[in-house]
């Protein structure tokens, strides 16, 4: 992940100055984008931090536009009246919300029906919204870019399914490179000849003429779309995967095998899309894709498997932004946001960073990214019930939409702010999600929670300096040094809290007055 470094003296570090105040950033701060695609006319509105935004309002009606465009090429006569409807809807909802307008961009259903052009025609007059007709090429970038919104700087293939086609694209260093298009659509599927073996060769032939085109490609393989998100519920299914969040979720090439033959075999498909929460219109695409994906990936041989829930509607935002805006990190630039709007004192958590931060000196980036982002979240659940607060903390943290986030970091993050409140975990209905990271990072996770449930005890401003801490990992030692003016703080609460900290560091405490 490509992350900006601000320099010196920009009061940036190693994170860089948070960008949602910036005008570029505000900007983008309620943005609507609609979907017609051939399964579903979805609407997203993003709000909060642009980089990493949050859904504020988000709704998809299954219309079915492209069912039968292959015998027919026309749009389904009801998903057209079913969409036309949707946009009425959609138009009436982004007034009520205030938002300047609508970005809509439909894909293939419309783009390959005959009447597409007039049911654009029929969308501007019924709502005065403009439908931007993309081809396949646009419709893969798009979709790319939904990707480099979540991971930026990554390399490796996007694939994105619709109903009535699939697009690749290849994505490095933050680019979207090469494009394809194909009629892989599960749909479009539907009406190949010549029965399964007739299908079967179809797709064959279709992604091995892909694979010469993108070339080999043998990094990571993310997957877009709504039939890949339902294999990845029946994967989950199949596997007793205990976090059920599918942005992000990982894949092997032998895990897809594995579940392909799973819902091959399965006796009843009813029972499974019941077992897996898909619905029943995208239960009946899932056989179709679950053929393609198995080729794809038995062509193309990724190193691994990613789902993501961004796709070209996130791209439509990322098409938006700055480039310096892009370049940032999703995962702090949303927890920046979150503290702003929610912590107690937003800005105390870089100082609480800056506090703890050496008792992980030797430890990589990505580990301190993910403390960084632990101490701007720390005090952001103060609302919830004490009680409960340290559930409320992991729950959020492993379930919240965020970007730039593995599932084992989702963990690692939720368990650091359960500690920030309880020295305890056991007891709680998450235990089944602690073994997703390993003992040493369990206990990582620990050690920030309990250093920032010290830490919080000595400041109720966010610019103070009232001490810091000296850590000899080798001695086992760990020295804090106060200021004058915060020995009065150093109540019982807070010594019983150093205590268990060092006690959970096996170390040494010594507490001195710091002589500024």
């Not at 960084?372 to 379930?399: G, I, M, Q």
């Not at 103070?464 to 915060?486: I, N, T, V, Y």
Request: charged share 25%; aromatic share 8%.
């Amino acid at each position: 992940m490509n992350v900006v470094v601000e320099p010196k003296g920009t009061d940036g570090g190693l994170f860089g100055r948070p960008l949602f105040e910036d005008p570029s950033a505000r900007a983008l701060a309620r943005v609507g984008v609609v979907d017609v695609g051939s399964n579903s006319v979805r609407l997203v509105v993003f709000d909060g931090a642009a980089r990493s935004p949050a859904y504020f309002y988000n709704e998809k009606i299954m219309c079915a536009l492209g069912a039968g465009l292959s015998d027919t090429g026309h749009l389904n006569p009801e998903g057209r009246v079913r969409a036309l409807n949707a946009l009425r809807r959609f138009q009436r909802l982004a007034e009520g919300m205030g938002l300047s307008g609508l970005s809509v961009v439909a894909t293939a259903a419309v783009r390959d029906a005959i009447d597409g052009p007039d049911f654009c025609a029929d969308v501007a007059r019924e709502t005065g919204l403009f439908v931007r007709t993309i081809d396949g090429r646009e419709e893969a970038r798009l979709s790319a870019q939904g990707v480099l919104l979540g991971w930026p700087g990554s390399y490796g293939l996007v694939c994105d399914i619709g109903g009535s086609s699939m697009e690749l694209a290849a994505i490095s260093g933050g680019h979207v490179g090469r494009r394809e298009t194909s009629d892989l659509g599960p749909l479009k599927l539907q009406t190949v000849k010549g029965g399964k073996k007739g299908r079967r060769a179809h797709i064959k032939t279709t992604v091995e003429n892909l694979h010469a085109a993108m070339g080999t490609q043998r990094d990571r393989l993310f997957l877009v779309g709504g039939s890949w998100r339902a294999i990845a519920r029946v994967d989950m299914f199949r596997r007793g995967y205990p976090l059920h969040v599918l942005h992000e979720y990982r894949m092997t090439p032998r895990a897809v095998s594995r579940t392909a033959k799973f819902i091959a075999d399965h006796p009843d498909h009813e029972a499974l899309r019941a077992d897996c929460g898909i619905s029943s219109a995208r239960m009946a695409l899932v056989p179709l894709a679950t053929e393609v994906l198995w080729r794809l990936v038995k062509t193309f041989r990724p190193q691994d498997i990613a789902v993501s829930s961004y796709g070209i509607r996130e791209g439509m935002l990322y098409e938006q932004m700055p480039q310096r805006l892009r370049d940032r990190d999703p995962l702090i630039e949303a927890c920046r946001f979150a503290e702003a709007k929610d912590a107690r004192m937003p800005g105390f958590g870089k100082l609480l960073y800056t506090f703890i931060e050496p008792l992980f000196r030797s430890a990589p980036f990505s580990r301190k990214r993910m403390i960084k982002a632990a101490c701007l979240l720390h005090d952001v659940s103060w609302r919830a019930h004490p009680d409960y607060r340290a559930e409320v903390c992991f729950d959020n943290a492993t379930r919240a939409n965020l970007g730039g986030l593995k599932h084992s970091e989702r963990i690692f993050l939720g368990l650091a702010l359960l500690h920030r409140y309880s020295n305890k975990r056991e007891g709680t209905h998450f235990e089944g999600l602690y073994d997703l990271i390993d003992e040493k990072a369990q206990h990582d996770a620990l050690i920030v929670g309990k250093a920032m449930r010290f830490g919080a005890m000595l400041w109720m401003e966010k610019d103070a300096d009232r001490g810091d801490f000296r850590w000899f990992p080798k001695k086992k030692q760990l020295e804090l040094r106060l200021s004058p003016d915060a020995m009065p703080l150093f109540g019982e609460v807070a010594q019983a809290r150093l205590n268990s900290l060092a006690a959970s560091l096996e170390a040494e405490v010594k507490v001195k007055t710091r002589r500024d």
